[in-house]
């Protein structure tokens, strides 16, 4: 054992051998730019949307609008599988862009939450445009009465409260029961959803109001 321990001694290097010399200098890696034309890959990407119940008659209605930015903008093919009541989204050749296919699912998929189709086209338009959908139970747990009044002070009187945050932060905002949908930009959607959880937790519209239109306004000098 003694041997063993001496001769694993004499094997361990030393403190000064294992020091790096100064001069070796070690240069970062450069990568180029990959091509469009190498991100391109043979194999055919798909997307399935589903369709709820509601939304079966705005999608017949809208259909060609919805069809048309798809088609000749994003270069897709698209169809509506009646059996398993979805929409089908495929590239096809003539697709140029990699991200095109998820655009194309987004949009779709806006308009399946309650959006306004021209609202929905700003996805295909703009890079910068996100989706966000969140249930008042993640902010506060409420059941009966407490989740209807909380539902009503973000809604307001008419709508005006909603109509108020949507101008305010530039954002659309659909209600669909307990859950909300925020279409628009990653700063604005963080406003309208702190106006939103603030409404929710109890605070006056008033009250909310002016923070809202604080940070805006500062948000707006920054850019």
């Not at 279409?183 to 409404?199: D, E, P």
Request: charged residues 30%; hydrophobic residues 40%; aromatic residues 6%.
């Amino acid at each position: 054992m003694a041997e063993e321990a001496s001769s694993s001694a004499q094997k361990r290097p030393r403190p000064e051998e294992m020091e790096l010399d100064e001069d070796v200098s070690f240069k970062k890696p450069s990568f180029p730019p990959i091509s469009k034309e190498k991100l391109k890959s043979d194999k055919t990407e798909m997307r399935k949307v589903p369709i709820p119940p509601h939304r079966y008659t705005p999608l017949k209605e809208n259909w060609m609008k919805l069809y048309t930015p798809i088609v000749e903008q994003l270069k897709l093919q698209v169809r509506f599988n009646v059996k398993t009541r979805t929409v089908e989204l495929k590239t096809s050749p003539e697709t140029a862009d990699v991200g095109s296919i998820q655009k194309a699912a987004d949009f779709v998929k806006a308009f399946t939450l309650g959006f306004d189709i021209d609202d929905c086209l700003a996805l295909v338009r703009l890079d910068d445009l996100f989706l966000e959908t969140f249930e008042i139970a993640d902010v506060k747990t409420l059941k009966g009465d407490h989740l209807a009044r909380a539902i009503g002070r973000i809604a307001g009187k008419g709508g005006r409260t909603k109509f108020t945050i949507e101008n305010v932060t530039k954002t659309r905002i659909v209600l669909a029961d307990s859950k909300i949908h925020i279409l628009g930009s990653f700063q604005n959607m963080r406003i309208a959803r702190t106006a939103i959880c603030n409404l929710i937790l109890g605070s006056p519209p008033a009250k909310v109001y002016g923070k809202m239109r604080t940070v805006a306004s500062r948000m707006s000098e920054r850019f």
